[in-house]
């Protein structure tokens, strides 16, 4: 809710108290940041009466999808503590760790894997064609006899 609005609810009415739940979570730069969770406003109309407003926003996993739907996993990548639904919980081909959609990567045939396992392999792939080049010409001769 802006801070600057004088009436949230659009009834014409005058803050006298403001309740805010809010919570506490990290950005994807590990900064502190809050979400709003649900906001109590106890006004005061024009015509004298005494108003409550409760505005609950809809609330979304980090994947976008809305919490009706159930929680999946929470990533397991240092810093991060984005939550997926069912439908997008993603977990790493190689070591099995729970991923969101920020930090899923995809390698050949869209495996999906953690940004150090896909590292790995393709290191082990770079290694693979420069072993099979090196011995090409040894191997290739041996099979021609």
């Given amino acids: 809710m802006p801070e600057n609005s004088k009436d949230p609810s659009g009834l014409g009415s005058t803050p006298v108290r403001r ?3 809010l919570r506490l979570k990290q950005d994807a730069d590990g900064n502190p940041a809050f979400e709003a969770i649900e906001s109590k406003s106890i006004t005061l109309s024009s015509k004298g009466s005494i108003d409550s407003v409760v505005i609950l926003p809809d609330r979304f996993h980090d994947c976008g ?8 996993v929470r990533c397991a990548e240092s810093g991060c503590f984005n939550v997926s639904c069912q439908r997008h919980a993603t977990w790493c081909h190689k070591c099995n760790l729970p991923l ?13 894997y953690c940004q150090s396992c896909l590292d790995e392999l393709k290191r082990r792939q770079r290694l693979s064609r420069i ?3 090196l011995f090409k010409p040894f191997i290739g001769e041996r099979g021609k006899q």
Wanted: aromatic share 8%; with cysteine.
């Fill in 19 to 21: 309740d805010l739940h």
């Fill in 65 to 72: 999808c809305p919490v009706q739907i159930p929680a999946g």
């Fill in 100 to 112: 969101c959609l920020y930090h899923v990567r995809y390698g050949p045939e869209r495996i999906p």
């Fill in 131 to 133: 072993a099979k080049a």
